[in-house]
């Protein structure tokens, strides 16, 4: 620290006042604490008396739950040609329904080759028919388009409300119907 003087805050987050930096030092060494500059900026700079150990090893343990908390999103390809069977498309809608349903991202990709170039539209309704297929379980991210001889549309799964993953009480539960018969004999 090269300021003349520094504001001083202690362990509890109360001001001690304004004082030299060498001052502050002492006191931060008499209370076995470290003082650890806040606001550089500030005029004077603020400076908070703490346990730096401390304090990193908590940082680091939140930021450590929080990428715990994030999932990393993987997209999923399932690949169909316009001259697809129905049959074969079920079971590719299944496929991406599975996919859906485990939280990740599907990429609906129809391939083109030689003459099936000049009929889009034929890959347009495949993409079409699988999305009929999944239903309410995903919300189209991004429309079919064309990319190079390939068409491709983009579905993310569908967010669930509380509501639908709690279950409702009365459901037949065992843990609802236990419920339900101790509010019933204590009536």
């Known amino acids: 620290m090269r300021a003349r003087e520094v504001r001083v805050i202690d362990e509890s987050g109360t001001q001690l006042g304004v004082m030299h930096p060498l001052t502050a030092l002492d006191l ?4 076995g604490l470290d003082l ?4 550089p900026n500030s005029v004077p700079p603020v400076c908070r008396l703490m346990d730096y150990g401390r304090f990193r090893y908590e940082q680091t343990k939140r930021d450590r739950e929080s990428r715990k908390a994030t999932r990393a999103v993987t997209i999923k390809e399932v690949r169909l040609t316009p001259k697809i069977d129905e049959h074969d498309l079920m079971t590719k809608a299944n496929s991406a329904k599975r996919f859906l349903a485990e939280g990740d991202k599907v990429k ?3 391939r083109f080759r030689g003459r099936e170039l000049a009929h889009t539209e034929i890959g347009q309704a495949v993409i079409a028919k699988v999305m009929e297929g999944l239903g309410d379980a995903a919300t189209v991210e991004q429309t079919p388009r064309m990319e190079g001889k390939s068409m491709s549309a983009v579905l993310a799964p569908k967010k669930t409300s509380a509501r639908q993953s709690k279950p409702a009480e009365g459901d037949g539960t065992p843990t609802a119907r236990r419920e339900e018969v101790e509010t019933s004999a204590q009536t």
Do not use: F, G, K, Y
């Open 28 to 31: 931060a060494r008499q209370r």
């Open 36 to 39: 650890v500059e806040v606001a």
């Open 108 to 110: 609906l990709t129809v």
